[in-house]
T-cell receptor, first 109, second 120 residues
Framework: EDQVTQSPEALRLQEGESSSLNCSYT??????LFWYRQDPGKGPEFLFT???AGEEKEKERLKATLTKKESFLHITAPKPEDSATYLC??????????FGKGITLSVRP | DTGVSQNPRHKITKRGQNVTFRCDPI?????LYWYRQTLGQGPEFLTY????????KSRLLSDRFSAERPKGSFSTLEIQRTEQGDSAMYLC??????????????????FGPGTRLLVL
């Protein structure tokens, strides 16, 4: 069965303090790894899709990377509006999308 | 707004009552998914449709749950004889499979705002 573990569970940063969120996965035949952002009471908002080890994608202050065992979401100089829960999910040969529990990020001004 | 929409956004019901939720996917998307999310957890897969065909169901989807997508457009999720354990956020997502005969769900899924269910 596919498994996704995200760490840390919660992260508190000062505005401008860069950091990384980790997503470790076990999947039979990775077909895609996805990062979403979720604000309280709302549905997940798509950020990135990565398909193969070595792939990287960037969007504003966020950069996602992928290896054969894990993915990182790097946040450079975060702002308070980056505060949210960040979800990682994988899809593999058994087809369905499996999510981790998420990382709650809080950025203090 | 051309994103995924869900109605109602909130539903409070008494234990034992039936509830129905609706999802309208992004118009050109051929796949539609239902997930359940409880506090502090990531979304859990319930079921998905390829056009009007329901192709996979999770073991989380007990016989009290039924989902339909009659014309391959909008979908409904019905919960019969609700229980307090059904209280959760129910999320709908949709995607465009360029090769619908490939059952691996590797394309990006776009989520709606969710329906928050509280069973008293």
């Amino acid at each position: 069965e596919d498994q996704v573990t995200q760490s840390p569970e919660a992260l508190r940063l000062q505005e401008g303090e860069s950091s990384s969120l980790n997503c470790s996965y076990t999947v039979s035949g990775l077909r895609g790894l996805f990062w979403y952002r979720q604000d309280p009471g709302k549905g997940p908002e798509f950020l990135f899709t990565l398909y193969s080890a070595g792939e990287e994608k960037e969007k504003e202050r966020l950069k996602a990377t992928l290896t054969k065992k894990e993915s990182f979401l790097h946040i450079t100089a975060p702002k308070p509006e980056d505060s949210a829960t960040y979800l990682c999910a994988v899809t593999g040969a058994n087809s369905k999308l499996t999510f981790g529990k998420g990382i709650t990020l809080s950025v203090r001004p | 707004d051309t994103g995924v929409s869900q109605n109602p956004r909130h539903k409070i019901t008494k234990r034992g009552q039936n509830v129905t939720f609706r999802c309208d996917p992004i118009s050109e998307h051929n796949r539609l998914y239902w997930y359940r999310q409880t506090l502090g957890q990531g979304p859990e897969f319930l079921t998905y449709f390829q056009n009007e065909a329901q192709l996979e169901k999770s073991r989380l989807l007990s016989d009290r749950f039924s989902a339909e997508r009659p014309k391959g457009s909008f979908s409904t999720l019905e919960i019969q004889r609700t229980e307090q354990g059904d209280s959760a956020m129910y999320l709908c997502a949709s995607s465009l499979a360029l090769d619908p005969w490939v059952e691996v769900l590797q394309e990006t899924q776009y989520f709606g705002p969710g329906t928050r269910l509280l069973v008293l």
